[in-house]
């Protein structure tokens, strides 16, 4: 499975990005995907999965503000609004043949190449 990951950049704190994840490969194998990021100096760490029937899980931080979506050709979407300084980071989307949840992200076998987004204050 490859990834391909697009849609970072610069915002102003507060405001909006739409990442987008377009993958290939043995997708019908494919059931988990999500978002993690890693700030500078930072561990890499989750943001958001998604099951393939849907099901969303967050991170306690981007609850509420984040919403994690995939389509059924299984394009990968993180709308991020309200978005913080403590935001920015290299945003990776990853994928699974199983499920991410409790997963420590070194054992996840997917990822695209990163894309990253920076909040200014």
């Known amino acids: 499975v490859q990834l391909q990951a697009s849609g970072g950049g610069l915002v102003q704190s507060g405001g909006s990005l739409r990442l987008s994840c377009v993958p290939s490969?043995?997708?019908?194998?494919?059931?988990?995907m999500g978002w993690y990021r890693q700030a500078p100096g930072k561990q890499r760490e989750l943001v958001a999965t998604i099951t393939h029937s849907g099901r969303p899980i967050y991170a306690d931080s981007v609850r509420g503000r984040f919403t994690i979506s995939r389509d059924n050709a299984q394009k990968l979407y993180l709308e991020m609004d309200s978005l913080k300084p403590e935001d920015t980071a290299v945003y990776y989307c990853?994928?699974?043949?199983?499920?991410?949840?409790?997963?420590?992200?070194?054992?996840?076998?997917?990822w695209g190449q990163g894309t990253e987004v920076t909040v200014s204050s």
């Open positions: 990853a994928a699974s043949f199983g499920t991410l949840s409790g997963l420590r992200w070194q054992n996840v076998p997917y």
């Open positions: 490969g043995s997708l019908s194998s494919v059931r988990d």
